[in-house]
């Protein structure tokens, strides 16, 4: 499969930025069995998660396809799970239905907490690695993979806390705050997909290459949808995947179908996600059969769309082994 090798522009990021993620919410699991609990539930290994650990891992259905993907990592009193706010409510209640007699509870925490993303390279008290934490008594700084060369974090802080209010002052006076959509931006560059409410239920996790990027543990045992999952990575080359476009058009959102040129009549895969990356053009991640992208164009909506042009991953797009 043939990709442009060029990385996607990043003018549109400010050389040191923060942004205020309002649109993610928080969910604390504490109790003690609260990491055996999301082991059986999720697609990554939870009961071996380290305080100096940050994951992805995906809720999948009975069917194998993702109802949500989480950024998830251990604090000295809970396992928090960062979603978008607007699946929370429901992917909390879901979650609730089979805690049962477990020593298990969910919290929406997000209202006491700061979410704020870093896109700098001098970010204060980085961890040394991306998928690295630490903490203390007002929050946690995730490092998480970097985005067009610049390391990138969260700050996850109490908002209570007088450090947390310290902490954004500092941020204020030497960063410039930018929109949360930099940030989403930010994340498509690093190729990392995101489950909203349009496209639940869509994809396996492979599809959107989320065993790829860490997301998937294939030696942990049962969760909702493993057989399928196992099942796909296991019956050898991928016919799907999830590849970094960009596009001439604003009229671009999670959900919507592209089209091919060899095959107009029927869509051949679907926006993950998207954000803008300048004016008058969109970057974005699409599912999709990767023979429609060797058989001709793709277009965005119908078959006459806008031309999706495929730029490189950060990432290999490797079949399983």
């Known amino acids: 499969m043939s990709q442009n090798s060029q990385s996607p522009a990043a003018a549109s990021q400010a050389p040191a930025a ?6 993610l919410g928080l969910i604390a699991v504490t109790g003690e069995d609260a990491a055996n609990f999301l082991h059986n539930q999720l ?4 009961e071996h998660l380290g305080l100096a650990q940050v994951q992805l891992a995906g809720y999948c259905s009975p069917k194998g396809r993702l109802l949500a993907t989480f950024l998830m990592w251990r604090t000295a009193d809970a396992i928090m799970i960062q979603l978008p706010r607007a699946i929370q409510p429901a992917i909390q209640k879901r979650l609730q239905m089979f805690v049962l007699r477990a020593k298990v509870k969910l919290a929406d925490v997000t209202d006491d907490h700061y979410i704020v993303g870093m896109i700098a390279p001098n970010i204060p008290s980085l961890p040394a690695s991306p998928y690295t934490a ?12 970097g985005s067009d060369g610049q390391p990138r974090a969260q700050w996850i802080m109490r908002r209570d806390h007088a450090d947390a209010q310290v902490t954004l002052a500092r941020l204020t006076s030497q960063f410039t705050e930018v929109p949360a959509a930099i940030w989403e931006l930010s994340e498509i560059h690093a190729g990392i997909p995101q489950i909203t ?5 869509k994809f396996v996790p492979q599809m959107i290459n989320y065993e790829l990027i860490g997301g998937v543990n294939f030696k942990k045992g049962c969760y ?7 099942r796909s990575q296991y019956l050898g080359k991928l016919k799907r995947r999830m590849l970094l476009a960009q596009v001439d058009s604003i009229e671009v959102a999670a959900g919507m179908e592209v089209f091919s040129s060899a095959d107009p009549e029927q869509p051949c895969g679907m926006i993950v996600n998207a954000a803008a990356n300048g004016p008058h053009s969109v970057s974005c991640l699409a599912e999709i059969k990767l023979a429609a992208v060797e058989a001709g ?3 965005l909506g119908t078959a006459d769309g806008k031309v999706l042009q495929f730029l490189a991953l950060p990432y290999e797009l490797k079949d399983p082994a």
């Open 18 to 23: 923060y942004a205020l993620l309002d649109t």
């Open 43 to 46: 697609t990554n290994d939870v």
């Open 134 to 145: 630490v903490h203390d008594e007002a929050g946690s700084l995730l490092r998480l993979a």
């Open 197 to 201: 409410a349009a496209t639940q239920e």
């Open 224 to 230: 909702p949808g493993q057989e399928i999952v196992a």
């Open 297 to 299: 164009t793709v277009h």
